[in-house]
């Protein structure tokens, strides 16, 4: 299995009820019933007020690599992630467990 996280941050002066963020975040909670690599699928607001802290996160798991490559590829995925471009900067992980 593959575990794939990624943490969000905000662009400076957008709030989580900016019309975007709020698609973005509902495009990234209709991923799990899109794409059936996705074996683990969770997706939340931090909320910690540590100043480190990142904004959103995604947790997911998927069985290999393919599936991931798959996951990464797909067209739903694609489109959440360009919306989170405008407004949005991230880091990702990705581990075998």
């Known amino acids: ?5 990624v943490l969000f941050k905000l662009h400076d002066g957008v709030e989580r009820d900016d019309p975007r963020v709020v698609a973005g975040v509902k495009a990234f909670e209709e991923l799990e019933a899109l794409i059936p690599e996705l074996e683990c699928w969770e997706c939340a607001w931090n909320i910690s007020d540590r100043p480190i802290a990142y ?8 069985a290999d690599a393919d599936a991931l490559q798959r996951y990464l590829q797909h067209p739903a995925h694609q489109a959440a992630a360009e919306q989170w471009r405008e407004f949005a900067t991230w ?3 990705d581990y075998e467990f």
Do not use: E, P, Q, T
Request: glycine residues 0%; aromatic residues 6%.
């Open 1 to 5: 299995m593959i575990r794939h996280l």
């Open 55 to 62: 904004d959103y996160a995604i947790n997911s798991a998927v």
């Open 91 to 93: 880091v990702i992980a």
